[in-house]
Nanobody
Framework: QVQVVESGGGLVQPGGSLRLSCAAS????????ITWYRQAPDKERELVAV????????NYADSVKDRFTISRDDDKNTVYLQMNRLELEDTAVYLC???????????WGQGAQVTVSS
């Protein structure tokens, strides 16, 4: 059974930092692309960052470029999203998607709440 679990969310002041983790089990993690999305109230789901399988390249939304860093540790079946210089607009539920286009499989976690507030 595949499980995807996000952790590391919380409340932080503007300018602060948080690190989210996305841990997956029950699959061959290294072959999956991992994408972080976020969903704010009354807004569409937004792609934040993606990292390719087998240590593939990373890409970011313009809104987080130079502030967020996505990385993966395939030995730990975990992807991280380091978020620095957080802004009020970063407040959202952050969701992790684990996807293999070759296998036609996609899994979601339950989400982690990030609240940026003074």
């Amino acid at each position: 059974q595949v499980q995807v679990v996000e952790s590391g969310g919380g409340l932080v002041q503007p300018g602060g930092s948080l690190r989210l983790s996305c841990a997956a089990s029950g699959l061959t993690f290294r072959i999956y692309d991992i994408t972080w999305y976020r969903q704010a109230p009354d807004k569409e789901r937004e792609l934040v960052a993606v990292i390719g399988s087998h240590g593939g390249s990373a890409n970011y939304a313009d809104s987080v470029k130079d502030r967020f860093t996505i990385s993966r540790d395939d030995d730990k079946n975990t992807v991280y999203l380091q978020m620095n210089r957080l802004e009020l607009e970063d407040t959202a539920v952050y969701l992790c998607n684990v996807k293999s286009r070759a296998l036609g499989l996609s899994y979601w976690g339950q989400g982690a709440q990030v609240t940026v507030s003074s």
